[in-house]
């Protein structure tokens, strides 16, 4: 059976970094300060801004917020940001996405400063994921899942690694960070031929495909971590749910995340941690 790496000790050890650069940043006069932008009232947006403000009280980061009205005029929405990138008092942003369709989202999420830019939904920022350059922050949950693999020790170098998704919030880029780490990465997508036989050849997966159960007993072998990054909610459990088959998954492989539990946990500390570091970089 396999091995469950669960989030919560990836998330309280980094907390624990985070506070303490915190309170190294209070006592020079920086107190890092993240502002929330929200456009309406999306249940899963309301659910996460909770879940980040219980996390950045824990670990002493001051959260602002500015909410929108669902149909809020593009222009208001980018000079709200303009003011936003001129305020020195804030130093990263964390803005829900998706946007209205009245809005174009590309415009929006670019007019944010990169250096404010805590999940990577700027290009200056996914350039910087691909040259390896501080040029913002990646996107939250692909840093999650490399801090996953150094919490438990997972060795990335010369590791073949399958990624099953090529989405701009996780396929790309944590396909780019994990070269950075020295793994041999495969991308497989929607239209890739043989992606069980592909992944089953795999040291390890990373599944972000956003289907839920897709990663089943044939796509794996014995000896392979599996990284599940999916959140799926499935009809036929009622529950929450991944893109692995955790039943049909863990009797064969070594190890694997749980969802919940796993990966998703993982995030919000991510963020509290981008929030400091742009704190700490704001003072070069």
Not at 45 to 53: K, P, R
């Amino acid at each position: 059976m396999a091995d469950i790496l669960k989030g919560k000790p990836v998330a309280d050890a980094i907390n624990e970094r985070t506070a303490a650069a915190v309170n190294e940043l209070k006592e020079k006069g920086v107190v890092p300060t993240l502002c929330i932008v929200r456009v309406g009232e999306r249940p899963d947006d309301l659910s996460y801004e909770n879940g980040a403000m219980k996390r950045a009280a824990a670990v002493g980061v001051e959260v602002v917020r500015r909410i929108f009205p669902a149909d809020v005029s593009e222009e208001e929405l980018v000079s709200a940001i303009d003011g936003i990138n001129a305020d020195p008092a804030i130093h990263g942003v964390l803005l829900f996405r998706p946007l209205p369709r009245h809005i174009n989202e590309a415009r929006v999420c670019n007019a944010l400063a990169p250096e404010k830019d805590m999940d990577g939904i700027t290009d200056m920022s996914m350039a910087g994921v691909y040259a390896q350059k501080k040029l913002g922050f990646p996107p939250c949950t692909a840093q999650a899942v490399i801090e996953l693999t150094d919490h438990y020790g997972i060795d990335l170098t010369g590791a073949n690694v399958t990624v099953i998704g090529r989405s701009l919030v996780i396929g790309k880029p944590v396909s780019m960070m994990l070269i950075k780490k020295n793994a041999t990465v495969t991308i497989c997508h929607t239209r890739t031929r043989g992606t069980a036989d592909i992944a089953r050849n795999a040291d390890i997966i990373v599944a972000a495909a956003g289907s839920a159960g897709m990663i089943e007993a044939e796509f794996v072998r014995e000896g392979q971590i599996v990284i599940d990054v999916g959140i799926n909610w499935s009809e036929e459990k009622q529950k929450i749910v991944g893109d692995v088959d955790l039943d049909a998954v863990s009797p064969i492989v070594s190890a694997v995340t749980p969802v919940p539990g796993g990966v998703g946990g993982v995030t919000t500390s991510v963020l509290m941690s981008h929030v400091a570091e742009a704190a700490r970089r704001s003072l070069e």
